[in-house]
């Protein structure tokens, strides 16, 4: 969809810089809109780059510094996660306020767009929020003016269709560019047999949850709160737990059927933040609810006379209500609950790697808000579906193989 990726989000940030065409009948000076400028601009540009370590190595390419690179060959992916993933928490409080709104319909609509597979229920509100969004862009900037009609380009006409396509041909996953493109290079890199290709490619449509090094050498002694989540889940799944001794072996990563891989705490914190593209924050589902969470490790626990995979995870608070509701549901801000919040999930009840970013690295913590310090924001990969049908799986880095003495990983059925 370069429609939103390039031509929606390239009208906007000149409108927002105020660097688009000003009529001679026209006045600059009028352009409440126009915040992205001078220190303001550059404030923004670093929150951008800022967020890169808290972005997984799954969302492929991060954004840079638009301040100093936006005219460098910027590309559309990096226009995607920036405009859509981050721009909701990023643009929060730095545009005016009746602007932001405006601008997180459409967020809203183009994230439930890239869905591989959408209700009848998404595709009216969808609809709804880009015909809103529509009539409120020729109210807020136009302004029925013949001097600003050079504002209203082909593509911001072109968002009233999108919804109606779907009905028409489905979601645009089917049918998007990032499917083929991707799909004709990584297919040819998977064919490693040129022997027996057909079998080779075969094997890319089976997709397993597998647990994967670093392993420890040995069980350890596990203490604190995470002994008690972890007796307390055997406990609710009728495990024997009289004699259980809290002795366990870690395991570091997770394979999702996504394709992504899954990290943990354990690991991860023994780097340093900037060699880190933080991948240990997951979207999971718990008693039926969607929540998001911080791994800690993985593990293995004999249950019903079977080892399931489980792992322990921090949950992160409820979000903003007040603020996801203002924000038509883009901003789902929370706070980090530590050590206050352990549980044990099975492993199977993960389905992405997200991230999860401090708000502190927004230009709003920048101004002195003191909440921004304590909370952080959730961003989802847009088009992880997409991703998924033209088979890219997430490479495992040559540093990911240390700390263990077994030689592969432990396939696990994801029935």
């Known amino acids: 969809m370069h429609l939103a990726s390039l031509n929606i989000t390239e009208l906007f940030l000149h409108l927002w810089r105020g660097s688009i065409e000003c009529d001679k009948n026209d006045d600059r000076s009028t352009w409440d809109w126009a915040v992205l400028q001078g220190d303001v601009w550059k404030a923004h540009g670093e929150s951008v780059a800022n967020a890169t370590p808290y972005l997984p190595g799954s969302f492929d390419r991060p954004p840079r510094n638009p301040c100093e690179k936006i005219s460098s060959g910027y590309k559309a992916w990096e226009f995607l996660l920036y405009f859509y993933a981050l721009g909701p928490a990023l643009f929060r409080g730095v545009l005016p306020d009746i602007y932001w709104r405006h601008y997180c319909k459409l967020v809203a609509a183009i994230r439930m767009l890239h869905q591989r597979s959408i209700t009848r229920a998404q595709v009216v509100l969808a609809h709804t929020y880009l015909t809103e969004f529509i009539r409120e862009f020729e109210e807020l900037y136009y302004q029925r003016r013949l001097a600003r009609l050079h504002f209203c380009r082909q593509s911001i006409h072109l968002l009233w269709h999108l919804a109606q396509e779907v009905v028409r041909v489905g979601p645009p996953a089917y049918y998007t560019q990032w499917t083929m493109e991707r799909t004709i290079g990584n297919l040819g890199e998977e064919i490693k047999q040129p022997l027996k290709p057909y079998a080779n490619l075969s094997e890319r449509a089976v997709r397993r949850y597998a647990l994967l090094r670093a392993r420890d050498r040995s069980p350890q002694l596990i203490t604190g709160p995470a002994a008690v989540a972890i007796r307390t889940y055997l406990q609710e799944h009728d495990s024997d737990v009289d004699h259980w001794r809290p002795m366990l072996t870690r395991w570091a990563r997770l394979a999702l059927a996504t394709g992504q891989n899954a990290r943990s705490a354990w690991k991860e914190c023994q780097k340093p933040l900037e060699k880190l593209r933080t991948s240990r924050n997951v979207k999971l589902t718990l008693n039926g609810r969607t929540q998001f969470a911080e791994v800690q490790y993985f593990f293995l626990a004999p249950i019903a006379a079977e080892h399931r995979p489980l792992a322990?995870?921090?949950?992160?608070?409820?979000?903003?209500?007040?603020?996801?509701?203002?924000?038509?549901?883009?901003?789902?801000?929370?706070?980090?609950?530590?050590?206050?919040?352990?549980?044990?999930?099975?492993?199977?009840?993960?389905?992405?790697?997200?991230?999860?970013?401090?708000?502190?690295?927004?230009?709003?913590?920048?101004?002195?808000?003191?909440?921004?310090?304590?909370?952080?924001?959730?961003?989802?990969?847009?088009?992880?579906?997409?991703?998924?049908?033209?088979?890219?799986?997430?490479?495992?880095?040559?540093?990911?193989?240390?700390?263990?003495?077994?030689?592969?990983?432990?396939?696990?059925d994801i029935t």
Request: hydrophobic share 40%; charged share 20%; aromatic share 4%.
């Open 312 to 412: 322990l995870v921090s949950l992160y608070s409820p979000p903003d209500a007040d603020l996801l509701q203002r924000s038509h549901n883009t901003v789902y801000s929370c706070e980090y609950q530590g050590q206050d919040s352990l549980i044990v999930i099975n492993a199977r009840d993960i389905h992405s790697v997200v991230a999860i970013v401090p708000e502190a690295v927004t230009a709003l913590a920048h101004s002195g808000n003191p909440n921004a310090r304590s909370r952080f924001f959730v961003a989802e990969k847009l088009g992880l579906e997409v991703a998924d049908l033209s088979g890219v799986v997430e490479l495992i880095a040559e540093e990911d193989h240390e700390d263990n003495e077994d030689n592969g990983p432990i396939q696990l």
